[in-house]
């Protein structure tokens, strides 16, 4: 990259390499055109009428793209499904939800685009929630102009990941709920629970199959696990009695109906006792008292995740361990918080 010294009529289409600023009375009013700006026709009287008959733009070399051009192929580059950009400002190219959705983050090419001299995208937190419209993440280059070769490395991290960043819209599932607890059952105390999941899962755009009742039987609450996922249940809770009391049976039940159980303890705090498990493709879901007690649980973490299609893993349970636990505020701002951002 050089600086060469241009009559303003022979500027057009080229860049400024310098912010020229306009001075009225004395006193400077900021810059009128500013360092990197491509030089349009109408800006040559603008610049004649400020004595500017030659300014100083950069002459790029082949190898080199204004800082403009390579914002614009990042936000090309890393936008996948359900994703929308807009921009560049300043190089800035920030990323949109196209639809509302579950916002996956590809964090080995994250990362690796971040490792690249002058570039930088960021992002919300993997795995949030986001709305039809919400801005997701911002790239830009930090020079002027930079060589070619570092977007085009970059879009080749793109390329080789299949994605980067991406929108998984909710799926209008059918969810069942088996809630558990003898107290509940023989009608001695009234149901918290079927309240709470219902209207978790509705806020999604899914519906709520059915909601039976157990008491603390293993046998029986196997029975009625069963009878959910014949009767179509796409996801099923299960909720109550998920500890240590000996009517506490629940996670015997879900390992009676043959799921097989990814993990249970959840490093969530509230949600420390909840167990996942699948039943061939269904998801079945021990969920202790607290995700009744509680406003936001790791009913809050898992929820979206299944209803937007993952298959959800022992691993992706203990990557909560960072950031799992809730801070309890009197006021709860979730999820603009840190609860359930997790570590990858
Ligand atoms: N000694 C220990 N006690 C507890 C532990 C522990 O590790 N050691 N863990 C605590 C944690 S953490 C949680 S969370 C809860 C989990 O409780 P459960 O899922 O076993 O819940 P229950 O014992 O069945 O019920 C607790 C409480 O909530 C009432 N309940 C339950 N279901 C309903 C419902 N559908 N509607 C209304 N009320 C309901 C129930 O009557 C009990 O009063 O365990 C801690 N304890
Ligand atoms: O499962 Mo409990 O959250 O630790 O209240």
Partial sequence: ??????????????????????????????????????????????????????????????????????????????S?????????????VNMYAASGGLLKINIPALEAINELPDVILSTLPD???????????GT????????????????????????????LPFRKLKVGAVITGSEVYK??????????????????????????????????IAAKINKMASDGADIIFVTGGMSVDPDDVTPHAIRLVGAKVEKYGAAALPGAMFMLAYLGDIPVMGVPACGM????????????????????TRKDIVALACGGLCRACPECRYPNCTFGKGSH
């Fill in 1 to 78: 990259m050089k600086l060469q010294a241009i009559k303003v009529e022979e500027a057009v289409g080229k860049v400024l390499s310098h912010d020229i600023t306009k001075i009225v009375k004395g006193e400077s009013k900021g810059a009128l055109y500013k360092k990197g700006h491509i030089i349009k026709q109408e800006d040559v009287p603008e610049l004649l009428k400020l004595g500017k008959e030659n300014i100083y733009i950069l002459d790029l070399e082949n190898s080199d793209i204004h800082e403009d051009e390579a914002g614009i192929r990042l936000g090309k580059a890393v």
């Fill in 80 to 92: 996948g499904d359900c994703v929308t950009w807009q921009g560049p400002k300043e190089s800035r």
């Fill in 127 to 137: 795995n949030t929630v986001v709305k039809e419209g919400e801005m997701l993440a």
């Fill in 140 to 167: 830009k280059v930090i020079p002027l102009v930079v060589p070619e070769k570092t977007v085009l490395t970059a879009e080749n991290i793109c390329r080789q990941a299949g994605w980067v960043i991406k929108v």
């Fill in 187 to 220: 009608k001695r105390i009234r149901d918290g629970f079927g309240p709470v999941i219902t209207e978790k899962v509705e806020a999604f755009g899914s519906e709520i199959l059915g909601i039976d009742f157990a008491p603390d039987n293993a046998e029986i």
């Fill in 293 to 312: 007690f509680f406003k936001v649980t790791i009913v809050d973490l898992m929820l979206p995740r299944l209803l937007a299609g993952e298959r959800v």
